[in-house]
Structures are given as C-alpha cells and as structure tokens.
C-alpha cells in the first residue's frame, strides 16, 4: 500500500499542473504552489495590478519569432499585429528581425513607434479610407494590399512617390481583370499577389494548394501581360493547442511542404522562383498569453460539478475555444471536480474543466493561451475597463498598457 491509497487527496497534489504544450514556456509552480510566469508568481502580479490582468512572457514570445525567422528559411516572416501589439510587442518583433503586419492607423503608428522599419510594414484592411491610404504611403511601408478597383483609384490619387503594392486574391474572383488595371497605374508598382486562407489551420498541406494556384495565376498574368511577379504573400491562420492534445501546426514541417510545393509550381510553369511571404501572429503570441481572474462565487449543479463565476469575461471577438484554466495561487487540495469557468457577463470562459474541488471565492485562475485577440479586442460592454498588460521575464515585471478607468470613459464622453 501506498501513501497516495492511504491519503488519496494527494493525488490531485501529485498531478501534473500544468500542460507544457499548452502553457508559456517559463511557466513552473513554485513550492507553495503557486504558478510562476517568467520566474515571477502570478500571485503577485495579481496583488500589484489586480484583477483582470493579462500577463506576457516577453521570453516565450522572442522565442517563437525568433523559431519562426531560424526555421522559414529563405521566406519572408511578418508579425501579424492585430493578434497582439504594444510599443513594446513592435520592439521584440523588430529585434527577432520579422516584418509587420498591420491593419489600421493606429496599429501603423504604434508599429512605428515601437522602431519598426517602414519598409518592412504590410498594410492590410478592407475598405480602407483614403486618410488611411495616405498615412501610410506617407510613412513610407514597404507594401500595400489592394482588395479593391477603388482603394487603387484613391492610393493612385494620393501617393506622392512609388508605392509598391500587392493584390488580394479572393475566392471566385478574377484577379487578372484587377492586375490590367494595376498595370496601368504605374505610380503603384505591382509586386504580388496575397492571400487569406483563414485561421486555426493546423495541416500545412492547406498551404501546399494556396501555392500552387497563387504560382499559376502569377504565370497566367505573365502570358497575359508580359509581367513576372516577384512576391507570393500565403497570410497566417497557423493554429495552436488551447486544450490539451487538440493540433497545432508544426512550424518545421510547413517549412519543408512550402519548400517543395514552390518548386514543384515554379517547375510545372517555367516560372522564376517568387519570394515567399508568412504573416503569424496567433502563432507567435498567443501561448505567451496568460489571463488572471479572482474566483467571486462558487455554486454546484445537480449534477455534481461546479459553476465558478470570476471577476472578468473573456472579449466577446476572441478565439472561440474551451481554454485551460488553472488555480494559481497555492496547491490544490482534495480531489477535482467538472467546472464551468463563467464570466461576468454571464458567457463561459471554459467548461468541462477538471479544477480542485476546493476552489472557493477570492482563489486565482489563470487561463492559458490568451496572448492573441484579447487585449486586441477587449472591448467596454457594459462600460467595463479593459484590463492592463503586463510583462514578465527573468523576475522583471513591467506594465505595457495600464488599466483602463473610468475617468478614462468619463473622458471621451461630451455630456
């Protein structure tokens, strides 16, 4: 007989906490078991900032950009912003020596001022405004995607020197009509063409066929116009793990399947080998993500499993996925039950957990895999503040965006 048959309880003590795959890279559980983040405990992350808090692990996300960049070799890697973007998020991204993705004025100007290079920015967005087109063939980016007759009509209006672009490719349009007119614009030099293929793919041979019909419709507009495009953009849409064992794409095997698809559409069209263009960004930041909520309220259903209401709600525009959660500030004691995690707002946050049963009111949970489109489209439902970011690396734990307050509301409202 065992200690465990004689004290049962210690089972849920001697289980594995945390899921490796699932949680930032530096994430441990000290011996108080609380869990730690960059060698920092979230307990005191939550005690100085409070409550809702999203933390970063600066180390997790240098690392993935940086994987990215050493295992896409001879491929162009660019940082999709809309998943996450501070000023400072603009500098690890500049560091690890990606290009930038962004979508709007304001993701253009934190870009910049984080010290990104404007020749390695990507303009995406649709309908974007003439202003917008403006600010940034002002700026100077390296590219602009055109998904429309009228965004060329107003880029060529208003851009004061070259400004390179890329055509959007969408499903059961022809591009070729849309490339004579780019062709006849010759202030926007044509490079390439881009595409969105969507989001959480995981199996990289969704890419393989992007190429081969993106490669023969850059031959077709070469037998057409006499044009040879130097740029093939195949977006983002990688996909991570939220739960324990759900698929992810694997970086290393999209390198060799785009490796030997390009070559195998170059050669099947006699066509010069284009540069490669991957825009990740859930990929890079969405592991490195960890959302803190203090337990309010703790109820039980007829059927045995708990219903735990915490003091925030996911955003309403964030991944739909059943996130792991975790307790985070001590060890768990007693057997685990069925939870619920539910949001303030009423919606879940995770259901059919196993969580101690002796998760109570005033306990911290921590959700994993919040790095993407969560500060990025927290929103003010109910005029509720957004929650602050926060760094953390190497016991460092820095504020990236402070919390919003209400003054902060109060403030945009005229009376």
């Not at 998760?359 to 509720?384: E, I, K, Q, R």
Request: net charge negative.
């Amino acid at each position: 007989m065992t200690l465990l048959d004689i004290l049962p309880s210690l089972r849920g003590v001697m289980r594995p906490r945390i899921d490796t795959t699932i949680w930032p890279s530096t994430t441990q559980v000290d011996a108080l078991g609380r869990l730690c983040v960059g060698s920092v405990a979230l307990t005191d992350v939550a005690d100085e900032f409070g409550t809702p808090a999203y933390v970063l692990d600066e180390a997790d996300f240098r690392k993935r950009a940086q994987h990215y960049r050493a295992t896409l070799r001879g491929v162009e890697v660019v940082y999709a912003a809309q998943s996450l973007l501070t000023r400072t998020v603009a500098g690890w991204v500049h560091d690890a020596g990606l290009g930038m993705a962004v979508c709007s004025t304001a993701e253009l100007a934190t870009a910049l001022a984080g010290g990104m290079d404007p020749a390695r920015i990507v303009v995406h967005g649709s309908g974007k405004s003439v202003d917008e087109l403006a600010t940034a063939a002002g700026a100077g980016v390296g590219r602009i995607v055109l998904d429309s007759p009228i965004e060329m009509a107003y880029l060529a209006g208003i851009a004061r020197r070259p400004q390179a672009m890329l055509l959007q490719m969408l499903p059961g349009v022809d591009v070729l009509p849309f490339v004579r007119r780019a062709l006849a614009t010759p202030q926007l030099p044509l490079v390439g063409l881009y595409c969105n293929l969507g989001t959480q793919i995981a199996e990289p041979e969704v890419y393989v066929e992007a190429v081969r019909r993106m490669v023969d419709t850059m031959a077709d507009v070469r037998t057409a116009h006499g044009v040879v495009l130097t740029e093939l953009n195949i977006g983002g849409g990688h996909a991570i793990a939220y739960r324990t064992g759900e698929p992810e794409l694997d970086v290393s095997a999209l390198a060799d399947f785009l490796e030997d698809a390009l070559d195998a559409a170059c050669a099947a069209n006699r066509f010069p080998r284009p540069r490669l263009v991957v825009e990740p960004g859930r990929a890079i930041s969405g592991r490195a993500g960890v959302t803190l909520h203090r337990v309010q309220s703790v109820s039980t259903r007829t059927d045995g499993s708990s219903v735990i209401t915490v003091d925030g709600s996911h955003p309403h525009s964030a991944p739909i996925a059943n996130y792991t959660v975790a307790l985070a500030n001590r060890h768990p004691i007693g057997p685990v039950r069925r939870a619920t995690i539910m949001g303030r707002d009423g919606t879940p946050i995770a259901d059919d957990l196993e969580l101690p049963d002796d998760v109570h009111p005033g306990d911290l949970l921590a959700t994993a895999c919040t790095g993407a489109y969560h500060h990025s489209t927290a929103s003010n439902f109910t005029m509720t503040t957004r929650p602050p970011v926060i760094a953390v690396c190497e016991r460092r734990v820095r504020p990236l965006i402070r919390r919003e307050t209400t003054a902060d509301l109060l403030l945009r409202d005229c009376g």
